[in-house]
């Protein structure tokens, strides 16, 4: 019965600890002039165009100006628990707190097909 109870405490407690984390990130606003300093990782592969990696493998890398933020923020959050398979990506990804995945994306997501590579920079 103690085991019982011990695992359902667990049990409880994991789901509480995943509402409070999807409750802190909801609560995230993101901040465009942090992100701008947050970005200098990311232009240098999504900033060029038509780039293309040579490592681990050859990989066309996406344009990410203008692209939804909810789409970034999930990518960037399947990069980092390595859901998403991209090496480079993934170390990257892996660093960025909750914080730094919402100004990212909403800082990509501000952009235009015409804005040039971090403008404000």
């Known amino acids: 019965m103690k085991k019982f109870l011990t695992m359902m405490a667990l049990a409880l407690g994991g789901t509480s600890l995943m509402s ?3 409750l802190h990130a909801a609560e995230l606003k993101p901040d465009m ?5 947050k970005v200098a ?3 240098g592969c999504h900033g ?3 780039y ?7 990989y066309h890398v996406p344009k990410i100006g203008g692209q939804n ?6 990518a960037l959050k399947e990069y980092a628990k390595g859901d998403r398979k991209f090496q480079t990506m993934h170390g990257i990804a892996a660093t960025l707190t909750d ?4 100004d990212i994306a909403a800082y990509y997501a501000a952009q235009t097909a015409s804005t040039p590579v971090n403008p404000q920079k």
């Open 20 to 22: 409070l984390s999807a």
């Open 41 to 43: 990782m990311c232009i």
């Open 52 to 58: 293309r990696t040579a490592f681990p493998e050859v």
């Open 99 to 102: 914080q730094d995945v919402v």
């Open 48 to 50: 060029i165009p038509d």
């Open 69 to 74: 933020a909810k789409y970034i923020e999930n």
């Open 33 to 37: 002039e942090a992100a701008k300093g």
